[in-house]
């Protein structure tokens, strides 16, 4: 019998990004995170405190970050609930990148009026890596979690063979390089 594959995480994070959830949560307490979807917000990731954005029934969970965690660290025991910062996307624009593993970076700029990080210099950028036909086989057997499902004791440790948090975005989503001869 061969073993089971890892289910590929469908959020990871940069350590820049990471610290800023980190200063974000010490001033405004719980966060979560929204993958917009468009309109005034651009396709930003938007960062609220927990609570204060209400979540659709057919939102999706594309996991839960914890704050404890440097770059490379895994998990071993559940985060509080001050250290989870679930991280959401619409249903219909999860259709669209299913297949994609998203990877949250900071990058100097001013984000959207509506997320909290705002006036920090800073603002969340989406970067996207497409996962692999093994990596899809195994997270087409997983149901995700919708907004109708969750509820913040309902978070579980993430037990991945995958770090959440990486150095650079390019640790997680390599950047094609052309060979120039």
Do not use: K
């Not at 998990?75 to 910062?85: E, F, H, I, K, S």
């Not at 669209?96 to 970076?105: G, K, M, P, S």
Request: glycine share 8%; charged share 20%; proline share 10%.
């Amino acid at each position: 019998m061969s073993p089971t594959p890892a289910v590929p995480r469908r959020v990871r994070i940069t350590a820049e990004a990471m610290d800023l959830l980190r200063r974000l949560r010490a001033t405004h307490g719980p966060l979560l995170l929204h993958q917009s979807g468009g309109c005034c917000d651009g396709s930003a990731p938007m960062c609220y405190p927990a609570g204060d954005f209400i979540i659709g029934d057919r939102d999706i969970l594309l996991g839960v970050l914890d704050l404890r965690l440097t770059p490379g660290e895994l998990a071993t025991t559940a985060p509080t609930p001050d250290d989870q910062v679930p991280v959401w996307i619409s249903g219909p624009q999860f259709a669209a990148w299913r297949h994609t593993q998203l990877v949250l970076d900071a990058v100097p700029g001013r984000g959207s009026g509506f997320s909290l990080e705002a006036p920090e210099g800073l603002r969340f950028l989406s970067r996207a890596r497409v996962f692999d036909p093994a990596e899809l086989a195994v997270l087409d057997t997983a149901t995700p979690l919708t907004g109708s499902e969750w509820s913040p004791e309902s978070a579980v440790v993430d037990i991945c063979t995958e770090p959440q948090t990486v150095m650079h975005a390019v640790d997680a989503c390599p950047v094609p390089t052309r060979d120039r001869r």
